[in-house]
């Protein structure tokens, strides 16, 4: 089947009536099943067991990672192999297209459980019971739903905009479906042996599953007089370290690399996060990583800028990544991704041209021949004052904003949602981090005492944006194959649902989990493990925005300084080169939060699958089938097989 579109000119010169006409003469397949019971249950789950998956890598690396395509992957592969059995009939090419978009509805939750509720927590110590956390997400994330459907009918219907992510997974699943179904079977063998392997290495890394199997299970401890159990290091230095000792520790300036976190280590799921993001984003991640922690930090330990501290308890807290990071290199490191990021927003007028012209509107003359498969604008209109209502009131009894703040918010909210759309709609990149640092130094100028005032607001922002971008990239695939705009829509809110019920406990877990009295601490959110970039970057601007620059150390300072210009200067290079300039100001500021063993780890795969498709450029040859149009399934199987492992681990800890 071919995707049929409508020509340049007839965009130009048509009326949205005559595009709806012809939309709904050629393409609509009314008759199809889209959103059945299965479609729904299979999105539900697949999107709650994604999720957590984004939830895990979030955490790790600020990235939140999209589903959709690996949705789409193994909902086709699970009804193929089911019909094959006898057991069920095969998904209709409209069920996996609602399947996947309830899926990356959900797996898009995890983004303000990461950064600005993390955030909130850290900064506060206070600990948001878990039903309101997922009320605040639910109630904020239905606002950008009712707001992406009026939208929807400019920037999809009338302007045909691209949606390049969107119209990619179109693409994906129109090859699926009529006539590639045997390479879409090849990928999902591709993710699930991936996933196998990964997994299996996980389980050897972790403390909590070698105890159940070699203790519990296997009763080792006793026919064999095995003490604790053995547990295979991720990190290869340990074994190095074990045999040398302390006469061998390596030092830069007289601080080990150790204390640094600069050690070898091999991570399955950074792997594939680094071949995902590409080799110039992974580069400049340890391009950061390197200057911050191989110069700038050992540099600062020897001045004395960089010390242990003191707890109230009085017990000296010795230096580590994350003491280092927290004392001196957050600050130029959010520099970098603020500066780099709004450059970069406003280095693309044409994004604020056409959000202009989309608030400005123009009128569509004619009928509204779609209106009986629409979401009907009224629940728009009566829905967005409501949930904006009940949302400002939960943000003021939930956080304490205050009620005038939580108000003042919301119009510039739905500004940015605009020209966030518009970016969606252009490049599929979501500049959310930027556009909700709009909101936090906004609403942080009016009120610099209260933290919440400023992260919650901008929270918003960030939701409300993301999802109601993210929402019209699922529908334009659905609008490319004919789908039902209103059951995408009930689709989404389900993935919301699904979403947010499945990561929160599971963040509770991961990160909250109660001590010997059973008292949870926000002191267990961020570990070496779990770094929460994205949560520190939201918290190192509130607290520059509440205590001002006076209370940092002078050379702190001037890496600020010199991280805005590096910042401004690096984008700027890239905007005038078309994109080549290889760096990235925004990943390199996100390589000096991370671990540097976890930048390390993700310019490795990106360098793997780089160097493979420089090697296998024809399409056609099994290299190229392999590594090129694999690369995608194999790195989700390397996350996915590595994070469900990891969060098992973690529930066989509690459990033992």
């Not at 001045?303 to 017990?315: E, H, K, N, Q």
């Not at 890496?559 to 100001?585: D, H, Y």
Request: charged share 10%; proline share 5%; net charge positive.
């Amino acid at each position: 089947m071919a995707l049929q579109h409508l020509t340049d000119e007839q965009v130009r010169t048509w009326t949205r009536e005559q595009k709806d006409r012809w939309w709904l003469e050629n393409i609509y397949r009314g008759d199809m099943p889209q959103l059945t019971i299965r479609s729904g249950l299979t999105g539900f789950l697949l999107g709650g067991i994604l999720s957590a998956t984004a939830l895990y890598i979030s955490a790790k690396t600020g990235i939140t990672i999209g589903v959709g395509l690996t949705s789409v992957i193994l909902a086709f592969a699970l009804y193929r192999i089911m019909h094959g059995a006898g057991m069920a009939q095969d998904f209709t090419i409209l069920e996996n297209n609602c399947t996947q978009s309830i899926a990356t509805a959900a797996g898009y939750m995890v983004a303000p459980m990461t950064s600005s509720l993390a955030a909130y927590m850290l900064i506060t110590g206070r600990i948001v019971p878990g039903w309101q956390l997922v009320a605040w997400m639910v109630i904020v994330s239905i606002i950008g739903v009712l707001l992406a459907f009026p939208l929807k009918r400019r920037f999809i219907n009338d302007e045909q905009l691209p949606f390049p992510e969107g119209r990619a997974c179109g693409v994906v699943l129109v090859a699926l479906y009529t006539g590639q179904a045997a390479a879409g079977m090849f990928k999902a063998k591709l993710l699930a042996w991936t996933a196998v392997a990964a997994g299996l290495y996980q389980m050897l890394i972790s403390d909590g599953w070698m105890k159940l199997i070699q203790i519990k299970l296997l009763a080792m401890d006793r026919w064999a007089g095995l003490k604790e159990a053995w547990v295979f290091h991720e990190r290869l230095d340990s074994y190095y370290y074990a045999l040398a000792g302390k006469a061998g520790a390596i030092t830069i300036l007289g601080t080990d690399i150790r204390q640094l976190g600069l050690r070898l280590t091999i991570d399955a799921a950074m792997l594939g996060v680094g071949g995902l993001m590409g080799i110039a984003i992974a580069t400049s991640c340890l391009l950061g990583g390197f200057v911050n922690f191989a110069v700038l930090a050992p540099i600062m330990i020897s001045a004395g800028d960089i010390a242990p501290r003191v707890s109230p308890t009085g017990a000296v807290i010795p230096l580590s990544r994350a003491e280092i990071v927290n004392q001196w290199s957050l600050w130029w490191g959010v520099t970098m991704m603020v500066v780099g990021s709004l450059v970069s927003l406003l280095g693309r007028p044409e994004l604020f041209k056409s959000a202009w012209q989309s608030i400005r509107g123009k009128k569509v003359a004619g009928t509204d021949v779609l209106r009986h498969i629409e979401l009907p604008l009224w629940m728009s209109g009566v829905g967005i004052p409501i949930f904006s209502v009940l949302g400002a009131w939960i943000t003021h009894e939930f956080f304490g904003v205050p009620w005038m703040l939580a108000f003042i918010s919301l119009p510039l909210i739905f500004v940015l949602t605009i020209i966030c759309t518009n970016s969606m709609a252009l490049t599929s990149w979501t500049p959310t981090g930027a556009l909700s640092k709009i909101t936090q130094f906004s609403m942080g100028a009016i009120d610099r005492t209260n933290p919440a005032s400023n992260l919650i607001p901008a929270g918003m922002t960030a939701e409300i944006a993301g999802n109601a971008a993210n929402l019209l990239s699922d529908i334009k695939p659905g609008y490319m194959l004919g789908g039902k705009p209103r059951q995408q829509a009930i689709g989404h809110v389900i993935g919301i649902c699904a979403g947010s019920l499945a990561a929160v406990p599971l963040f509770f877990l991961l990160f909250l989990p109660p001590d010997a009295n059973g008292l949870r601490t926000t002191a267990t959110i961020v570990s070496e493990q779990f770094a929460f970039p994205a949560a520190l970057q939201w918290k190192g601007v509130a607290e520059i925005i509440t205590k001002g620059l006076n209370s940092l150390p002078w050379s702190a300072v001037v890496s600020m300084i010199v991280a805005a210009i590096c910042a401004v200067v690096i984008e700027v290079a890239k905007l005038m080169s078309g994109g080549r300039f290889p760096l990235s100001a925004v990943s390199i500021g996100l390589g000096v939060v991370l671990p540097p063993e976890a930048t390390l780890c993700m310019w490795f795969g990106a360098l793997i699958f780089w160097w493979a498709g420089r090697r296998n450029p024809t399409p056609g040859t099994k290299g190229h089938t392999f590594w090129v149009e694999g690369c995608e399934p194999i790195c989700a199987g390397l996350i996915s097989g590595s994070a469900l492992m990891g969060i098992g681990n973690a529930v066989v800890n509690v459990m033992m």
